[in-house]
């Protein structure tokens, strides 16, 4: 099992009524659900050409890329209810491939991971930016972000998809991998239920023949996870006062949000700003299990959905495309 240095991180802040977006792998078989559990919760997917991707992904281009949570936002105000209940399942850990600070609350500057990095997208004219994470996976090539940094939940999927793992200061010392799959929950694709803002890109191979997890190595993933547990998440925050050049983390226990209970969502201290939606948030032994999602104006607390079945499912496809 591989587990991710300790980076520092900071948590996002948006507007009161706005959600806060925030944003190697080998081969590994995700346990089916519990026969108590959907037995194929549905799951939306979008086939993308990621010819032109990369060289469309200027210099000025990323510096100039909107972060994503202004999409998580416009879910937040539509203030709608998850669709089902979050379900907690069987736990299930996939272990993570190998590739061939003192105060919780604010956000801590981080050294490079080389399977965390930048997604770069667009909806409509306009450029965005998130964060994502490299996980293991069959196909050896699946990137775990937010759901609203593949769809605009409820809404088309995103074009021009590339993630630039290991990012700092403009540099790509790992490459850009351009995206042929984009996988979300349904929940969020058709209703923009923030419970189940989740998603994975299934990359291309490099042009070496690599896959993304063999060049950069990946995190393990578990669902079903016990609820208030202690997480480190992970995160390129783009907005004032950060400028998305560098990674941050943030570590603290979690909690449930008890402004919107029905979206059985958990916070953890963290003043990160939006740019970091998508980032991983990892448990004490590793593994990956949420996403950064949103956040309340003021608040100094970031959250993300709880990984159960359904969010299984997904990346039981995803990762086996």
Same mark, same amino acid.
């Given at each position: 099992m591989m587990r991710t240095r300790s980076l520092a991180a900071s948590l996002l802040a948006f507007p009161a009524?706005?959600?806060?977006?925030?944003? #190697?792998? #080998?081969? *590994?078989?995700? *346990?089916?659900?519990?026969?108590?559990?959907?037995? /194929?919760?549905?799951?939306? /997917?979008?086939?993308?050409?990621?010819?032109?991707?990369?060289? &469309?992904? $200027?210099a000025d281009r990323m510096r100039a890329a909107v972060p994503g949570d202004v999409l998580a936002g416009n879910a937040l105000e539509r203030r709608t209810t998850p669709s089902i209940a979050v379900e907690k399942g069987k736990n299930t850990k996939v272990k993570a491939s190998q590739a061939s600070s003192s105060n919780p609350k604010f956000a801590l500057l981080a050294a490079p991971v080389a399977h965390i990095g930048k997604v770069f997208f667009t909806v409509g004219e306009a450029n965005y930016v998130c964060s994502g994470n490299a996980v293991t996976s069959e196909n050896q090539s699946t990137v775990a972000t937010a759901g609203h940094c593949l769809n605009d939940g409820p809404g088309a999927f995103v074009d021009n998809?590339?993630?630039?793992?290991?990012?700092?200061?403009g540099e790509a010392p790992y490459g850009r991998w351009t995206a042929r799959d984009l996988y979300t929950t349904s929940q969020w694709e058709e209703n923009g239920d923030i419970g189940f803002d989740t998603g994975f890109a299934v990359v291309d191979e490099n042009e070496d023949g690599e896959t993304l997890t063999e060049v950069v190595g990946g995190s393990g993933v578990e669902f079903g996870a016990a609820r208030g547990g202690q997480y480190t998440s992970y995160g390129y925050p783009a907005a004032k006062p950060f400028n998305g050049e560098q990674l941050w983390s943030c570590t603290g226990n979690a909690t449930d949000d008890k402004r919107n209970p029905d979206f059985k969502t958990q916070g953890i201290p963290c003043t990160m700003t939006g740019g970091s939606s998508g980032?991983?948030?990892?448990?004490?032994?590793? &593994?990956?299990?949420?996403?950064?999602?949103?956040?309340?104006? #003021? $608040? #100094?607390?970031?959250?993300?959905? &709880?990984?159960g079945t359904v969010i299984k499912e997904t990346y039981t496809i995803a990762q086996a495309a």
């Open positions: 009524a706005a959600l806060l977006a925030l944003a #190697g792998a #080998g081969s *590994a078989n995700a *346990a089916p659900p519990a026969s108590n559990e959907q037995s /194929r919760p549905s799951v939306a /997917r979008a086939a993308v050409d990621g010819t032109g991707a990369a060289e &469309y992904w $200027t998809f590339i993630f630039v793992p290991g990012y700092e200061n980032g991983p948030w990892l448990l004490n032994n590793g &593994y990956q299990n949420s996403v950064n999602s949103y956040g309340y104006s #003021g $608040t #100094g607390v970031m959250y993300g959905p &709880y990984w």
